[in-house]
Nanobody, 116 residues
Framework: QVQLVESGGGLVQPGGSLRLSCAAS????????MRWYRQAPGKERELVATISTTGGSTDYADSVKGRFTISRDNAKDTVYLQMNSLKPEDTAVYYC?????????WGQGTQVTVSS
């Protein structure tokens, strides 16, 4: 069955780094645009980063530009989110999302907490 499994979340101090991973299975990963979303308590889900099927095109929310990097390895069916210079306002549950036309899949989310 279709699965997106995020990992790599945790507690980090402000200014620190984390690398999130999302392993896909059960669908043709290389044909899907991949995205990372996040949702903080009491807030709406926010699109953080997008990467095209080949990885040749990426896009970021203004709030993370210059600090976060999305990448993918189609040989491993995995998408990554490298997060540097983390701030307390980056605290949220981070979700992996796959989209191809009307076909959409979500992961279960991984918690990222930025606090001293």
């Amino acid at each position: 069955q279709v699965q997106l499994v995020e990992s790599g979340g945790g507690l980090v101090q402000p200014g620190g780094s984390l690398r999130l991973s999302c392993a896909a299975s059960g669908f043709a990963f290389r044909d899907y645009t991949m995205r990372w979303y996040r949702q903080a308590p009491g807030k709406e889900r926010e699109l953080v980063a997008t990467i095209s099927t080949t990885g040749g095109s990426t896009d970021y929310a203004d709030s993370v530009k210059g600090r976060f990097t999305i990448s993918r390895d189609n040989a491993k069916d995995t998408v990554y989110l490298q997060m540097n210079s983390l701030k307390p306002e980056d605290t949220a549950v981070y979700y992996c999302h796959a989209v191809r036309f009307a076909s959409r899949h979500w992961g279960q989310g991984t918690q990222v907490t930025v606090s001293s």
